[in-house]
């Protein structure tokens, strides 16, 4: 938990958290192979376009055999189905025994690139699309070190948020200007109207690695909570490298040129609730579960939503999303909760740096940063 | 979408980046709104050395503005000139391109405008 994160927020904090490190990572290991084996990938343009598909409905015969029928079948009706969500269906169970992370090491994918993109359309990018009301209900205080980096820029700078979510860090520094850029169409709506209407970010739908920013142009890029969504190095590498890109190179010889800010989350981390160190495997599956709530006034108290069969009409159900936490094992299974799995890689101490140095980049400065490494780098000249 | 980031958006197909064609991205069918933002000076005369001048005069006159000078104004020229300063006030951060559509000269590639936000999400064919 971050310390700027205001308790009121415990279901929010701004890294996935789990209380579940020492639960079996095996129980539920099915989900993602069953995904993929029904071949569950949307086209890469149908991008959910619902604002707020609270629900996803598990297309029956697509989820494992702990997925609680009973559970998705209340919940079908308002919901319009795109293929988004339907991938998130495929990465989402309704059985709280889903909550613990599990090890997606024998799940990623290792080999074409192909598959590691349908891979992340299922495990990141259709999740994302599901879960962005509450995804974005819960991120909204910018980290201390990222404001810093931001409030330093030489006035007038332009650069680009990388996976803005939803848009918290536009804002931050009116001196400059920025465009954010998110994978999800959902959270880059959130994003546009983080300042309120008024104020509108300039935003766009884009891939971490097909950027439709000019070459060495902007001063600065950032790129937040977003290189660990991809699963595999060679795309992790990439994504920095197309960051890299993006901004003016140094004069010939000499320091200077754009900067890249870059957050991942770490491997090493055991002073978290999660508990997670050098030993655990840095593939994961982490659940974000989401409660259904009767009412949307209460979506920022921290209740143990035991949402009652009534509320999955699906109606006017808010959820509340309760990261990684780990749900009431056994028999009491909450009716009314759906996990979505999100792909994460945990980096190691120096992973990042080299990735960084793997694509010609240059470190400028390093850190971690409460759970995270981070990385300041420009390019050689 | 601001003017101002239209002079920093390309064609998103790799292929694509390194050709002179497709930049800038051409606005088709494009719906412009027009907000009204008080003038921010410094951050405008600061702004200035980071535009693609050439790019951005294609753009201007693309979406029905007059032509602009050949040589982007100076930082002296500007602050003697008020009329200049709002008037690049204007193009760059008050006019957005809500809707329509912005195409890649060089594979012909349309990128969808909606509610202000371009799409770059490319179709399988093109990644």
Redesign the interface.
Known sequence: MHPTTPAAADTASQQPSSSGSGSSAASHAAAPTSASGNGMQP???A?AATAAPVVAVPPSGQNDSTTAPATAKGMSSSSPLTAAAAAAAAAATSNAAAAAPSTAASLAPSSSSTEA?SYEETHVHAVYESIAPHFSATRYKPWPVIADFLTSL?????G?DVGCGNGKYLGVN??V?M?G?D?S?SL??FA?DHGGVER?Q??????GL??????G???FAICVAVIHHMSTRERRREAVRALLDCVRKPPDGQSGGGEILVYVWALEQSGSRRGWDEGTEQDLLVPWVMKQKKEKKEKKTKTKAKAAAADQEGKDAAGIAEEGKESAPGPAVAPSEITYQRYYHLFRKGELEEDVEAVGGKVVRNGYDKDNWWVVASRCS | ??V??LN???????AC?STSNS?PLHPKDAELVEDDLELNS?????????I?WPALSTTATELGFPSLPAQPPTKEELEADAKMLQDLHHLLMET?MMEGKLVCGNCGHE?AVR??????????HL?
Do not use: W
């Not at chain 2, 920093?8 to 790799?14: D, G, Q, S, Y």
């Not at chain 2, 509610?115 to 399988?124: D, Q, R, S, T, V």
């Open positions: 086209p890469i343009t991008t993109a030489a006035p007038g700078s332009i680009f009116p001196g200007h465009l850029s994978r169409a880059v709506r546009r509108s300039d935003v766009a739908v884009a891939d097909s950027l439709p920013f000019p070459e142009r902007a001063d | 979408m601001k101002l980031s920093f958006l390309t064609c998103a197909v790799k980046k930049y410094e951050l405008l005369l600061n702004i200035m050395p980071r693609d957005q990128y509610e202000g936000i371009a799409n770059f999400l490319l179709p399988a990644v």
